[in-house]
Protein backbone atom coordinates (compact mmCIF):
# COMPACT_ATOMS: atom_id res chain seq x y z
CA UNK A 1 0.00 0.00 0.00
CA UNK A 2 1.44 3.42 -0.78
CA UNK A 3 2.55 5.76 2.08
CA UNK A 4 4.11 9.21 2.85
CA UNK A 5 7.47 8.64 3.57
CA UNK A 6 9.41 11.20 5.56
CA UNK A 7 13.41 11.58 6.44
CA UNK A 8 14.96 12.22 8.76
CA UNK A 9 13.07 10.48 11.85
CA UNK A 10 14.95 12.34 14.30
CA UNK A 11 17.00 15.58 13.82
CA UNK A 12 19.27 17.43 16.42
CA UNK A 13 20.21 21.01 15.44
CA UNK A 14 21.52 23.84 17.34
CA UNK A 15 19.17 27.34 17.51
CA UNK A 16 20.06 29.67 14.45
CA UNK A 17 20.72 26.65 11.90
CA UNK A 18 19.07 26.00 9.14
CA UNK A 19 17.05 22.99 8.99
CA UNK A 20 15.59 20.82 5.71
CA UNK A 21 13.07 18.31 6.69
CA UNK A 22 11.91 15.89 3.76
CA UNK A 23 8.91 14.02 2.30
CA UNK A 24 7.61 12.07 -0.39
CA UNK A 25 4.28 12.25 -0.71
CA UNK A 26 2.32 9.29 -2.54
CA UNK A 27 2.85 9.28 -6.04
CA UNK A 28 -0.53 9.99 -7.53
CA UNK A 29 -1.55 12.86 -4.86
CA UNK A 30 -2.08 16.21 -5.60
CA UNK A 31 -2.05 18.59 -2.47
CA UNK A 32 0.71 18.47 -0.07
CA UNK A 33 1.15 19.85 3.75
CA UNK A 34 3.17 20.17 6.77
CA UNK A 35 1.95 19.90 10.04
CA UNK A 36 3.47 20.03 13.59
CA UNK A 37 2.58 18.62 16.72
CA UNK A 38 4.53 19.99 20.17
CA UNK A 39 5.07 17.69 22.56
CA UNK A 40 1.53 17.32 24.68
CA UNK A 41 0.02 19.65 22.54
CA UNK A 42 -2.93 19.16 19.07
CA UNK A 43 -1.33 18.80 15.29
CA UNK A 44 -1.33 22.05 13.81
CA UNK A 45 -1.90 23.06 10.25
CA UNK A 46 1.77 24.69 8.90
CA UNK A 47 1.14 24.62 4.47
CA UNK A 48 -0.81 23.44 2.28
CA UNK A 49 0.63 23.40 -1.43
CA UNK A 50 -0.61 22.48 -4.95
CA UNK A 51 -0.22 22.93 -8.21
CA UNK A 52 3.48 24.05 -7.18
CA UNK A 53 2.55 27.19 -5.00
CA UNK A 54 1.54 28.00 -1.49
CA UNK A 55 -2.64 27.44 -1.57
CA UNK A 56 -2.56 28.40 2.13
CA UNK A 57 -0.46 28.87 5.50
CA UNK A 58 -1.01 29.62 9.47
CA UNK A 59 0.23 32.30 11.14
CA UNK A 60 3.62 29.96 12.65
CA UNK A 61 4.53 29.70 9.00
CA UNK A 62 6.42 33.02 8.67
CA UNK A 63 9.17 34.39 6.67
CA UNK A 64 11.70 31.74 8.40
CA UNK A 65 9.91 28.50 7.12
CA UNK A 66 9.66 27.46 3.30
CA UNK A 67 8.57 25.23 1.34
CA UNK A 68 9.32 23.46 -2.46
CA UNK A 69 8.84 20.57 -4.42
CA UNK A 70 12.34 20.40 -6.01
CA UNK A 71 11.29 17.64 -8.30
CA UNK A 72 8.26 14.81 -9.13
CA UNK A 73 8.97 13.41 -5.81
CA UNK A 74 10.12 15.09 -2.66
CA UNK A 75 8.33 17.70 -0.49
CA UNK A 76 11.17 19.81 1.68
CA UNK A 77 9.87 21.77 4.61
CA UNK A 78 12.77 24.15 5.02
CA UNK A 79 13.19 26.47 8.57
CA UNK A 80 16.18 29.07 7.75
CA UNK A 81 16.70 29.69 11.46
CA UNK A 82 15.59 27.59 13.92
CA UNK A 83 14.53 28.65 17.27
CA UNK A 84 13.76 26.41 20.66
CA UNK A 85 10.53 26.88 20.38
CA UNK A 86 10.36 24.94 16.40
CA UNK A 87 10.94 21.82 18.59
CA UNK A 88 8.09 19.62 17.66
CA UNK A 89 7.08 16.47 15.23
CA UNK A 90 6.64 17.78 11.71
CA UNK A 91 4.30 15.57 9.88
CA UNK A 92 3.94 15.58 6.01
CA UNK A 93 0.89 14.78 4.14
CA UNK A 94 -0.71 14.27 0.92
CA UNK A 95 -3.80 14.22 -0.47
CA UNK A 96 -5.93 13.47 -3.94
CA UNK A 97 -9.10 14.75 -3.83
CA UNK A 98 -11.78 12.90 -5.91
CA UNK A 99 -15.33 13.66 -5.67
CA UNK A 100 -15.86 15.10 -2.14
CA UNK A 101 -13.21 12.26 -0.56
CA UNK A 102 -10.69 14.87 0.80
CA UNK A 103 -9.05 12.21 3.32
CA UNK A 104 -4.82 13.40 4.07
CA UNK A 105 -2.65 10.40 4.72
CA UNK A 106 0.36 11.44 6.96
CA UNK A 107 3.67 10.08 7.21
CA UNK A 108 5.55 8.93 10.20
CA UNK A 109 6.78 12.16 11.05
CA UNK A 110 10.67 13.93 11.77
CA UNK A 111 11.38 14.68 15.29
CA UNK A 112 13.19 18.12 15.10
CA UNK A 113 14.56 18.89 18.38
CA UNK A 114 16.50 22.08 18.67
CA UNK A 115 19.55 22.84 21.21
CA UNK B 1 -8.64 28.98 19.06
CA UNK B 2 -10.79 26.22 20.31
CA UNK B 3 -12.63 24.95 17.04
CA UNK B 4 -12.41 21.39 17.50
CA UNK B 5 -12.86 19.66 20.88
CA UNK B 6 -12.24 16.43 22.58
CA UNK B 7 -13.40 16.94 26.21
CA UNK B 8 -12.28 13.33 26.58
CA UNK B 9 -8.43 13.05 27.43
CA UNK B 10 -8.85 9.93 28.29
CA UNK B 11 -11.25 6.39 28.11
CA UNK B 12 -10.86 2.87 29.00
CA UNK B 13 -13.22 0.36 27.59
CA UNK B 14 -12.99 -3.33 27.90
CA UNK B 15 -11.62 -5.61 25.30
CA UNK B 16 -15.30 -6.95 23.44
CA UNK B 17 -17.33 -3.60 24.47
CA UNK B 18 -18.39 -0.55 22.76
CA UNK B 19 -15.78 2.30 22.44
CA UNK B 20 -17.70 5.89 22.05
CA UNK B 21 -15.29 9.18 21.19
CA UNK B 22 -16.78 12.08 21.32
CA UNK B 23 -15.80 15.35 19.72
CA UNK B 24 -17.80 18.94 19.14
CA UNK B 25 -16.88 21.45 17.17
CA UNK B 26 -17.39 24.96 16.78
CA UNK B 27 -17.14 26.37 13.14
CA UNK B 28 -20.29 25.94 11.25
CA UNK B 29 -17.81 26.29 7.88
CA UNK B 30 -16.44 22.70 8.71
CA UNK B 31 -18.39 20.43 6.50
CA UNK B 32 -15.99 17.34 6.23
CA UNK B 33 -14.86 15.46 9.29
CA UNK B 34 -11.87 12.56 9.91
CA UNK B 35 -10.79 10.57 12.71
CA UNK B 36 -7.39 9.47 12.94
CA UNK B 37 -5.60 7.08 15.15
CA UNK B 38 -2.19 8.15 16.25
CA UNK B 39 0.54 5.36 18.35
CA UNK B 40 3.06 6.96 19.54
CA UNK B 41 6.61 7.62 17.68
CA UNK B 42 4.25 7.36 14.11
CA UNK B 43 2.19 9.74 12.12
CA UNK B 44 -1.78 10.05 12.43
CA UNK B 45 -3.45 6.90 10.18
CA UNK B 46 -6.67 8.00 8.60
CA UNK B 47 -9.92 5.34 10.16
CA UNK B 48 -13.19 6.87 8.89
CA UNK B 49 -14.68 10.11 7.75
CA UNK B 50 -17.93 11.81 6.95
CA UNK B 51 -19.60 14.35 4.69
CA UNK B 52 -21.73 17.15 6.30
CA UNK B 53 -24.53 15.81 4.03
CA UNK B 54 -24.50 12.89 5.79
CA UNK B 55 -25.71 12.00 9.43
CA UNK B 56 -24.13 8.08 9.83
CA UNK B 57 -21.21 6.39 7.78
CA UNK B 58 -19.78 2.96 8.71
CA UNK B 59 -16.83 1.08 7.51
CA UNK B 60 -16.14 -2.33 9.58
CA UNK B 61 -16.19 -1.85 13.30
CA UNK B 62 -15.92 1.69 13.20
CA UNK B 63 -18.92 4.27 12.80
CA UNK B 64 -18.83 7.65 12.65
CA UNK B 65 -22.24 9.69 13.52
CA UNK B 66 -22.86 13.24 12.80
CA UNK B 67 -25.33 15.80 14.34
CA UNK B 68 -24.95 19.13 12.65
CA UNK B 69 -27.63 21.07 14.94
CA UNK B 70 -25.80 20.01 17.90
CA UNK B 71 -22.21 20.07 16.05
CA UNK B 72 -20.74 16.86 17.57
CA UNK B 73 -19.66 13.79 15.92
CA UNK B 74 -18.67 10.96 17.43
CA UNK B 75 -16.89 7.52 16.64
CA UNK B 76 -17.88 4.13 17.90
CA UNK B 77 -15.91 1.24 17.88
CA UNK B 78 -17.54 -2.04 18.11
CA UNK B 79 -16.33 -4.50 19.47
CA UNK B 80 -13.19 -2.85 20.62
CA UNK B 81 -9.95 -4.51 20.51
CA UNK B 82 -6.65 -4.68 22.72
CA UNK B 83 -4.97 -3.13 19.21
CA UNK B 84 -7.37 -0.10 19.17
CA UNK B 85 -5.55 1.42 22.11
CA UNK B 86 -4.28 4.43 20.46
CA UNK B 87 -4.89 8.29 20.31
CA UNK B 88 -7.70 9.36 18.38
CA UNK B 89 -7.85 12.63 17.23
CA UNK B 90 -11.14 14.09 15.45
CA UNK B 91 -10.43 16.67 12.69
CA UNK B 92 -12.37 18.90 10.44
CA UNK B 93 -12.00 20.73 7.20
CA UNK B 94 -13.99 23.44 5.79
CA UNK B 95 -15.62 24.22 2.33
CA UNK B 96 -13.34 23.66 -0.49
CA UNK B 97 -10.85 21.58 -2.26
CA UNK B 98 -8.10 19.95 0.27
CA UNK B 99 -8.33 22.63 2.66
CA UNK B 100 -6.36 22.62 5.95
CA UNK B 101 -7.28 19.86 8.59
CA UNK B 102 -8.32 21.14 12.27
CA UNK B 103 -7.46 18.80 14.84
CA UNK B 104 -9.06 18.04 18.33
CA UNK B 105 -6.98 17.65 21.42
CA UNK B 106 -7.19 14.00 21.20
CA UNK B 107 -8.54 11.12 23.23
CA UNK B 108 -6.10 8.39 24.94
CA UNK B 109 -8.58 5.30 24.74
CA UNK B 110 -7.16 2.00 26.44
CA UNK B 111 -8.70 -1.41 25.72
CA UNK B 112 -8.18 -3.88 28.60
CA UNK B 113 -8.68 -7.50 28.84
Known amino acids: EPEVTQTPSHQVTQMGQEVILRCVPISNHLYFYWYRQILGQKVEFLVS????????KSEIFDDQFSVERPDGSNFTLKIRSTKLEDSAMYFC?????????????FGPGTRLTVT | DQQVKQNSPSLSVQEGRISILNCDYTNSMFDYFLWYKKYPAEGPTFLISISSIKDKNEDGRFTVFLNKSAKHLSLHIVPSQPGDSAVYFCAASAAGTASKLTFGTGTRLQVTL
Open chain 1, 49 to 56: FYNNEISE
Open chain 1, 93 to 105: ASSAPQGRSYEQY
